[in-house]
């Protein structure tokens, strides 16, 4: 016989492979996701920062859009991985039983956690490194160490996508993505996308932007394309390597408890 | 197959004593209520297995416990000589499961339901698509292969589920009512198919609710009911031991059949009294009509049947298999 199951990451392209397939006739939803942060960039960054005459980041004087950019291609690794990781992810537990019908195979649940964090992850990773052709094409990077941006937002995507499919697997009806959206926003709004940390002041509401997970990726990326990196990068490497393993946990955890009744 | 599954452990041990499926006092509980109540199940190499059972009576909790996928309360369950709690992969990568509801992936077309569902086996492409065009074939969806699955009928969504589930050329195939919801003609169809898997050596267990399907595909079944198990045995066995040879069915006008009983009792071993009519068990079916039309009674209708598994569901729980 010609088969042997699959090894983890035999599972994990299988997986990948069915997701692709399904996209294949959804490329213009694919699409629409990606602008999104070029609209901002567009909008905000060049148009915004028309009117700003100086900005002056980490000592060096750049122009704002240089500054905006990694806040956006961060911000684009965040949207595309909660495309994924959210909603499709409930309608494939609750209303497709996807899940199911993969662990009539010798698929584990483990597998599923795995393909299906990943799927969301590479998904902001190709918006991504889209929008970091974009940055290059408009001269927004300045530094070398902008080649680890795309890894990084491969990390940024890898956090989000376990710990928001980890929160869905909670969700009961597609009103509780309410939440979801609720915190979304914010985030993309506060997390220094837009303006420098320093406009919170030193205050508690300063200490609890710098504690959120947008914020650690969006400065992880400026750093980068900047080239401002210290050793104080990896914190948020550490940050969100942590919170990534930790939805992974989670995520297994969960479908074992929701499919393995 | 042989290469294959050699390395198995459970696989001597199967062969060995010809069993695929062993369980020994079997339960499955959700919360507090227990669903399986220690149920003891043999199957064999070869056969067609049932579980025959009213809805709720704990069949496709069972069949889940078989699957690999629904953890065992308590009790002892072996699956081709393995266990679901350790080994869960092994035993589904030789199994073909067919659950009660179509679970089709419904964001890929027909033959990509094949094609991708044989990958998560880890069966290699070219086998894969070779595989799927012969089952197609073997589901008559050959000119469906590139329909969206919300396309199809319900008859042609269940043969496809059935082929999908055949994709790694299984040892045993699980099969959870698979032709409830379907029209007789596409039961037929469904019927024919199964016999020639069964030719074809596979090992099937089959849940259903209808006592027809029941005596027309299993070699062995048994009866099960709130959680336990009622009767096993061959159909025609299940009917020797618990019914007779026929029975003489008379329907008289409404709410009159409560009195009548009384007055026909002595006329077979046993007499049921159901809403619309009046079962006599009995050996000569005819013989009891004409002494029925003797004592002056007169049915509105009547029938002379062989006794079928119905009879032995109702004589063993006293209900009805479909209410
Ligand atoms: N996941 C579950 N949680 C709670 N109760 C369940 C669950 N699955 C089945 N049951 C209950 O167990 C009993 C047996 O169900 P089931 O095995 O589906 O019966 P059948 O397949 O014979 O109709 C039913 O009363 C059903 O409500
Ligand atoms: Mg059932």
Request: aromatic share 10%; glycine share 8%; proline share 4%.
């Amino acid at each position: 016989m010609s088969h042997t199951p699959l090894s983890p990451t035999g599972a994990l392209s299988v997986i990948t492979f069915r997701n692709y397939t399904t996209y294949k006739r959804h490329w213009k939803l694919f699409v629409t996701g990606f602008l999104e942060p070029v609209f901002y960039l567009l909008s905000i960054g060049i148009g915004v920062g028309a009117l700003i005459d100086s900005f002056t980041f980490n000592g060096q004087q750049i122009p704002y859009a240089a500054f905006v950019a990694p806040g956006m291609l961060a911000a684009s690794a965040f949207n595309g991985a909660l495309m994924d990781s959210t909603f499709n992810v409930f309608f494939k537990l609750k209303y497709e039983k996807l899940y199911d019908q993969m662990l009539a195979t010798p698929l584990t649940t483990a597998d599923i956690a795995r393909g299906e964090i990943v799927w969301g992850q590479l998904r902001g990773g190709v918006y991504s490194a889209a929008f970091l052709l974009v940055m290059l094409a408009m001269g927004l990077v300045h530094s070398w160490w902008a080649v680890l941006a795309l890894p990084a937002t491969l990390l940024i995507g890898f956090a989000f996508s376990a710990v928001c499919m980890g929160l869905t697997t909670y969700m009961t009806s597609f009103q509780d993505f309410d939440k979801i959206t609720l915190a979304q926003l914010p985030m993309f709004l506060f997390s220094a996308t837009f303006f420098p940390v320093d406009a919170f002041g030193d205050g508690v509401l300063r200490w609890v932007v710098e504690a959120t997970p947008l914020y650690r990726g969006v400065v992880l990326c400026r750093e980068l394309t900047t080239g401002a990196v210290t050793s104080a990068s990896l914190v948020s490497v550490g940050y969100l390597v942590v919170m990534g393993l930790f939805g992974l946990w989670l995520v297994r955890r969960r479908l074992d408890r929701l499919l393995l009744t | 197959m042989t290469d294959a599954t050699a390395h198995d452990p459970g696989t001597a041990h199967a062969l060995a004593t010809g069993s695929m499926i062993t369980a020994r006092d079997l339960r499955k509980s959700f919360g507090t209520f227990e669903a399986v109540k220690g149920i003891d199940v043999d199957v064999r190499r070869g056969e067609v297995f049932g579980f025959l059972g009213p809805n709720g009576a704990g069949k496709s909790s069972t069949m889940r416990m078989i699957a690999a996928v629904s953890p065992v309360t308590s009790g002892e369950l072996r699956i081709l000589g393995m266990d679901p709690a350790t080994d869960g992969p092994s035993i589904r990568a030789r199994l073909g499961v067919c659950p009660q509801e179509d679970t089709l992936d419904n964001e890929l077309n027909v033959v990509d339901n094949l094609f991708i569902y044989g990958r998560y086996f880890g069966i290699d492409r070219a086998t894969c698509r070779e595989r799927a065009a012969e089952l197609l074939e073997f589901a008559n969806l050959t000119d469906k292969a590139k329909a969206k699955v919300e396309d199809l009928s319900g008859g042609m969504k269940r043969r496809l589920t059935i082929a999908r589930s055949l994709i790694n050329r299984p040892e045993l195939l699980l099969l959870d009512e698979p032709t409830t919801g379907l029209d007789p003609q596409a039961r037929h169809v469904l019927w024919d198919q199964l016999f020639r898997l069964k030719q074809a050596g596979v090992t099937l267990v089959v849940t259903t609710h209808y006592m027809d399907e029941a005596e027309q595909l299993c070699d062995r079944l048994v009866v099960m009911d709130k959680g336990l198990i009622a009767a096993e045995g061959s159909p025609r066995e299940l009917i020797a031991a618990h019914s007779t040879r026929e029975v003489a069915e008379l329907r008289f006008g409404v709410g009159e059949h409560e009195a009548i009983a009384d007055k026909v009792a002595d006329l077979g071993e046993r007499v049921e009294v159901l809403p619309d009519r009046l079962l006599v068990y009995t050996d000569d079916g005819e013989h009891v009509l004409a002494q029925v039309h003797e004592r002056g009674l007169t049915p509105v209708a009547t029938l002379v049947r062989r006794s079928s598994l119905e009879d032995v569901f109702l004589r063993l729980t006293g209900r009805s298999l479909v209410d």
